[in-house]
């Protein structure tokens, strides 16, 4: 997948820019699934990350999201900056996860309920990993999941230096 030593080329850029770009191309496939998306990501945020592997990894939690509702829904991509990290936020209207479902989501196993290898969700985790984040998965209280990568202040800003 991707090995440690990985060369990333940091840069500070506009997170709301990458959410577009990452959603733009996908915005007939969303219409085909009925899926109306709402996004919530100022336009003056800025994070410090390697923006390809970032886009990679939003792009997986979009089309995971998609995956999980086949007749259609509501998508929501919101973040938050806060003093110490910046954390993106997928949700979607489908299906809740079980317990066992939200344990396993970043495994590589053959994944039942999003149709897919599993390996789109591995790799969210492994580049929340090369910027010193994390990722994790929740259940929404009006049905759905929501995965949010954070993604540290100090760490991006160490390895970009």
Same mark, same amino acid.
Request: charged residues 20%.
């Given at each position: 997948?991707?090995?440690?030593?990985?060369?990333?080329?940091?840069?500070?850029?506009?997170?709301?820019?990458?959410?577009?770009?990452?959603?733009?191309?996908?915005?007939?496939?969303?219409?085909?699934?009925?899926?109306?998306?709402?996004?919530?990501?100022?336009?003056?945020?800025?994070?410090?990350?390697?923006?390809?592997? &970032? +886009?990679? =990894?939003?792009?997986?939690?979009?089309?995971?999201? @998609?995956?999980?509702? !086949?007749? $259609? #829904?509501?998508? /929501?991509?919101?973040?938050?900056?806060?003093?110490?990290?910046?954390?993106?936020?997928?949700?979607?209207?489908?299906?809740?996860?079980?317990?066992?479902?939200?344990?396993?989501?970043?495994?590589?196993?053959?994944?039942?309920?999003?149709?897919?290898?599993?390996?789109?969700?591995?790799?969210? &985790? +492994?580049? =929340?990993?090369?910027?010193?984040?994390?990722?994790? @998965?929740?259940?929404? !209280?009006? $049905? #759905?999941?929501? /995965?949010?990568?954070?993604?540290?202040?100090?760490?991006?800003?160490?390895?970009?230096?």
């Amino acid at each position: 997948m991707f090995s440690s030593s990985t060369n990333r080329s940091w840069k500070q850029f506009p997170l709301q820019e990458l959410v577009d770009s990452v959603c733009g191309p996908l915005k007939s496939r969303l219409s085909e699934h009925a899926i109306q998306t709402f996004l919530d990501v100022p336009s003056d945020q800025m994070i410090t990350a390697d923006p390809e592997l &970032l +886009r990679r =990894a939003v792009r997986n939690l979009v089309l995971n999201a @998609v995956d999980a509702m !086949p007749d $259609g #829904g509501s998508l /929501f991509i919101t973040s938050a900056a806060g003093p110490n990290a910046t954390e993106l936020e997928v949700a979607d209207t489908g299906a809740t996860l079980s317990d066992e479902q939200r344990r396993e989501a970043f495994e590589l196993v053959p994944s039942s309920q999003r149709g897919g290898a599993g390996w789109g969700l591995a790799v969210v &985790l +492994r580049i =929340a990993e090369l910027h010193g984040g994390t990722v994790t @998965v929740a259940n929404c !209280p009006e $049905g #759905g999941a929501a /995965f949010t990568l954070r993604i540290p202040r100090v760490a991006a800003m160490e390895a970009a230096a």
